[in-house]
């Protein structure tokens, strides 16, 4: 069986899928395992100076890789079956990142030096280099997903076990930032080893270098964009309130991460595959894929974001700590974003992208970083980590709003999340019902009353609409998606 068989099979959407979920399941689990220990031990302060370089860093690293998560991805997906062309176009795309490697580590090594000379930035500089040897476009683009998750996997059990064993007290949160470091620089040597498998030497010319800066800049448009209510935040609160606040706000956003793996992990295993697939020219195929993908995520954000929103009053305090009570309203804000989050998704990976609606897709970024930044900078001052919810909430909304508008017209996305409509209507009346109940004792046991209470009345407000609703094609269309994306021979609409 040749690289083609192997990768490409018909079953390969829901193979990646279950790869990436494990993966993604593990990176739910290791927060959810060491951020009740990590808030006791190390403190929000302390969290926050961490979580504050950490951003800084992050925007050396973005320069390092302009757009190629995206570009390199979009890239490799529609060439890997000519094993030449793949070899040269991955050089080519790679030599650009080198450079800008090099250039982005040589302006951090300046600023380290003049403008914040401490011991965080300094091990942050890891992290940076990392950057120049990442490579997991590469294998996102070829799906070989089983390689990264497997990487990932190993990396972060030993990186959970490090933290827990050598941090344990506030003073170590430069080895904590140390540990994570490491694994990342660690994990991107590693996919080097099995580079040789798919790509050969190839010689390339300036020219095969300069013809990916144009695209790969018109795709590093809406990274920036995006950073700027992803990890401007951070800094604006660092810059504007205090580390403390950061603290909040960074664990807070750990908890969203619970609802966002699973549809990042959809994200990240389709984008090669709608590339390839409408570069094919096979559009009944990818308005099928599209279908499943907006039902699911509605799906999944309705019962976890609800559920977490409805108990988060006795979460928080179990989960963080009495002194995070602050958390249960950032919860609250953060958490219905990840609505919009998941459908704007769901546009950009399987349609924009696929289809180099470029152009959308930028506009849409922009708009939601300048309504972040306005509510940012209006409200951080006077409200702290609240304000900075606020504004992610609502640029989630924009850039949702404004990617279903452009696509309105060749995608039936209302269709698709008419749809989905039961699960969102199931996941309004769990939580509704939930913030009614309160105990007199925060403890584990309200906890898990809550938790079962809320999952019978999701089940229950489900199962009245498929007793009055004549559509019971969704149940059927979201069990699809699990068990079998790509063996249907049913129109779906």
């Avoid at 979920?21 to 302390?46: C, D, E, F, W």
């Avoid at 060749?410 to 009614?436: D, R, T």
Wanted: overall charge positive.
């Amino acid at each position: 069986m040749d690289i083609k068989d192997q990768c490409f099979n018909v079953g390969n959407i829901k193979k990646n899928f279950i790869y990436n979920s494990l993966y993604q399941l593990l990176i739910i689990m290791i927060p959810l395992i060491t951020t009740p220990y990590l808030s006791r031990v190390l403190g929000a302060k302390n969290t926050g100076m961490y979580s504050y370089s950490y951003a800084i860093a992050t925007y050396f690293v973005l320069f390092i890789m302009l757009g190629l998560n995206n570009y390199g991805n979009r890239t490799i997906a529609s060439i890997r079956d000519d094993n030449k062309i793949l070899s040269k176009e991955f050089w080519s795309v790679y030599a650009l990142q080198l450079i800008c490697g090099l250039i982005a580590t040589f302006v951090y090594v300046c600023y380290a030096i003049l403008f914040s000379n401490n011991i965080m930035t300094w091990i942050l500089l890891i992290y940076v280099i990392s950057g120049i040897i990442d490579i997991n476009w590469f294998f996102f683009g070829m799906e070989q997903f089983k390689i990264t998750v497997t990487r990932n996997t190993v990396i972060k059990i030993i990186s959970t076990l490090l933290i827990f064993l050598l941090v344990k007290d506030s003073g170590d949160v430069y080895i904590y930032a140390l540990i994570s470091v490491m694994g990342t620089i660690i994990g991107q040597c590693v996919l080097w080893v099995y580079l040789a498998r798919f790509v050969h030497m190839e010689k390339i010319v300036i020219g095969d270098i300069v013809k990916h800066i144009k695209p790969n800049l018109i795709l590093f448009i809406p990274v920036i964009a995006i950073s700027l209510y992803k990890y401007m935040d951070k800094i604006m609160l660092g810059a504007l309130s205090s580390m403390s606040e950061v603290g909040y706000y960074d664990y807070s956003e750990r908890v969203i991460q619970v609802p966002m793996a699973l549809i990042n992990s959809l994200g990240t295993v389709m984008l090669p595959k709608m590339s390839n697939v409408i570069s094919k020219g096979e559009r009944e195929r990818a308005d099928r894929y599209m279908l499943d993908s907006v039902i699911f995520v509605i799906a999944i954000v309705s019962i976890v974001c609800f559920g977490l929103m409805g108990v988060s009053d006795i979460f928080v305090p179990i989960f963080l700590g009495n002194n995070y009570y602050i958390c249960i309203i950032l919860f609250n804000i953060l958490l219905p974003s990840c609505l919009f989050l998941g459908v704007a998704n769901v546009i950009r990976t399987q349609y924009l992208i696929p289809m180099k609606r470029d152009k959308e897709y930028i506009i849409s970024v922009f708009l939601g970083s300048i309504v972040n930044f306005v509510i940012n900078y209006s409200l951080i001052s006077g409200k702290g980590s609240v304000g900075a919810a606020i504004g992610t909430l609502f640029a989630e909304m924009t850039v949702c709003v404004y990617q279903v508008y452009s696509v309105k017209e060749e995608v039936k996305i209302f269709k698709m999340i008419k749809m989905a409509s039961p699960f969102l209507v199931a996941g309004i009346v769990m939580y509704v019902v939930l913030i009614h109940i309160t105990f007199s004792t925060k403890s584990i046991v309200s906890l898990f009353i809550k938790i079962v209470i809320g999952a019978i009345l999701y089940i229950i407000s489900l199962f009245v609409f498929y007793i009055f609703s004549k559509n019971n094609s969704i149940g059927k269309n979201l069990k699809n998606l699990l068990l079998s994306a790509t063996k249907r021979d049913e129109k779906m609409y």
